[in-house]
Nanobody
């Protein structure tokens, strides 16, 4: 089992920045790919960014490319999502998820999920 806990969400004005953290405990987390997803009210959960277990591969949704950076600190068992130039449409609950394989963008392929952290971007 892998337990995930997100933190770092909050209320920020458009153009601002936030850094989300996903702290993991349990099995050898460094072997797991991690994805960040978000869900806005009334919308489906969508992929935001992902990183491979060794950190060599990263993927981003087109909507956040150039504004977000995903990284991981293997010693701390933590994955980060740095979000800059935030827009109101970035508002939603942000979840991190892990899978013991390659990083993918498909929600249901991730076995482990955190509880989410709220991000609200005001205009």
């Amino acid at each position: 089992q892998v337990q995930l806990a997100e933190s770092g969400g909050g209320l920020v004005q458009a153009g601002g920045s936030l850094r989300l953290s996903c702290a993991a405990s349990g099995r050898t987390f460094s072997n797991y790919a991690v994805g960040w997803f978000r869900q806005a009210p009334g919308k489906e959960r969508e992929f935001v960014a992902g990183i491979s277990g060794d950190g060599s591969v990263t993927r981003y949704a087109d909507s956040v490319k150039g504004r977000c950076t995903i990284s991981r600190d293997r010693a701390k068992n933590t994955v980060y999502l740095q979000m800059n130039s935030l827009k109101p449409e970035d508002t939603g609950v942000y979840y991190c998820a892990a899978r013991n394989s390659a990083v993918v963008t498909t929600t249901f392929l991730y076995a482990y999920w955190g509880q989410g952290t709220q991000v609200t971007v005001s205009s």
